[in-house]
């Protein structure tokens, strides 16, 4: 399943300052069940969105009406736990495009980054900054530019590098997955081969 390319997002950010957030409360395990990659994020944070009379929680980041985005800012140590592709899919599938964090498990930052999910690693100082910010202004503006490698903070101008697997830019700038990657490069693979 292809993507949408991803080459440069300006947006305002929903904060979660809370450290080590695991795969199960990204979503949890009941959700599981079905096999496309869709409506998952009707669930994303179920536990902390919702009551048990599935009454929206006012105080979850993702319910205050004065956040709203494409990109994630969260605490760190995010998605550690389980390995379920499925936190990817629900937290894509909830519009997020970007999840910045100073730390990522591996294993999610993987299934991230193989489903249109960009996870930016910055520094803990620099998160603060981020937090800060939208404490102090959840309208503040983030500039991500994969193509550069930076993330921004518009109102100070400040920015960070972060890295990326260049496989893997390659796909997120060209909205390929793994397969429709070697789909792109049938010719070449053809011509491999012949030889």
Known sequence: MAYDKFTKLISPAVPLPIENIDTDQI?????????ERKGFGDNLFRDWRYDKSNQPIAGFALNKPQYSGKIL?????????????????AIYDYGFRVVVSSFFADIFKGNALNNGLLP?????????KLFAAIEADPQTLFEVDLENQKFTLTTTGESVGFEI???????????????????SIKDEIEAFEKK
């Open 73 to 89: 800012i969260a605490g760190k140590n995010f998605g550690s736990g389980s390995s379920r592709e499925h936190a990817a899919w």
């Open 120 to 128: 930016v690693v910055v520094s803990p100082e620099y998160l603060e």
């Open 27 to 35: 979503i949890p395990a009941r959700f599981l069940k079905a096999v």
């Open 165 to 183: 697997n260049p496989y893997k830019k390659h796909c997120l700038l060209n909205g390929l997955d793994d397969i429709d990657y070697l789909i």
